[in-house]
């Protein structure tokens, strides 16, 4: 059974994807997200899934893509935001190299902003965006092998912060 490389976990807008492409340019990888495979499968973006079926229904979706990219991603793998919500996604995730980018709220609204296209953001962005966070932490934390701040970094000095963290050799 093949396992990532590396596994990127963070809050929406933190930047999982952009870093996990850097990151995997330098180990001559592959960096697939799970949120574009939910996109792909279901044919149509994430907000109208929450619209349409609800968080739940997301969420089951999200474990499910989650699960697969696992057992079959041996690249770099951006999870989405919530991913480490469910249970049995954080077992998988024990032992692995996942990495927890992470951002404070006055960064967070200068990237995510009031994108209507993040629905768990859709009212009072900066309140909800801490809500989540002060939940989401620890689970970031629990799953976390670094922790690797985006605070005033590009993407480019994240990866590397990232690469460091993990003691990964450059492709």
């Known amino acids: 059974m ?15 994807t952009t870093v996990g492409e850097l990151v995997a340019a ?11 495979d939910i996109v792909a499968a279901q044919g149509r973006p994430i907000a109208e899934i929450f619209v349409d079926e ?3 229904h997301f969420r089951a979706l999200e474990a499910e893509a989650v699960r697969v990219a696992l057992a079959e991603h041996d690249g770099v793998l951006a999870l989405g935001g919530g991913a480490i919500l469910n249970d049995d ?20 609204v200068k990237r995510v902003g009031l994108d209507t296209a993040r629905p768990l953001l859709a009212v ?35 990866a590397e912060v990232v ?8 492709a």
Not at 26 to 36: E, K, N, P, S
Not at 163 to 170: F, I, S, V, Y
């Open 2 to 16: 093949s396992a990532p490389a590396v596994v990127l976990v963070g809050p929406m807008g933190v930047g999982k």
């Open 54 to 56: 609800g968080e739940t």
């Open 163 to 170: 690469l460091d963290a993990l003691e990964l050799k450059t």
């Open 124 to 158: 009072n962005p900066r309140q909800k965006w801490r809500e989540l966070m002060e939940a989401r932490r620890p689970l970031y934390t629990e799953v976390a092998r670094a922790v690797v701040s985006t605070e005033g970094r590009t993407a480019e000095e994240v």
């Open 89 to 108: 996604t954080r077992k998988l995730l024990a032992g692995l190299p996942v990495v927890f980018l992470d951002m404070g709220v006055a960064e967070a």
């Open 26 to 36: 330098q180990l001559g990888m592959i960096c697939r997200d799970t949120d574009a």
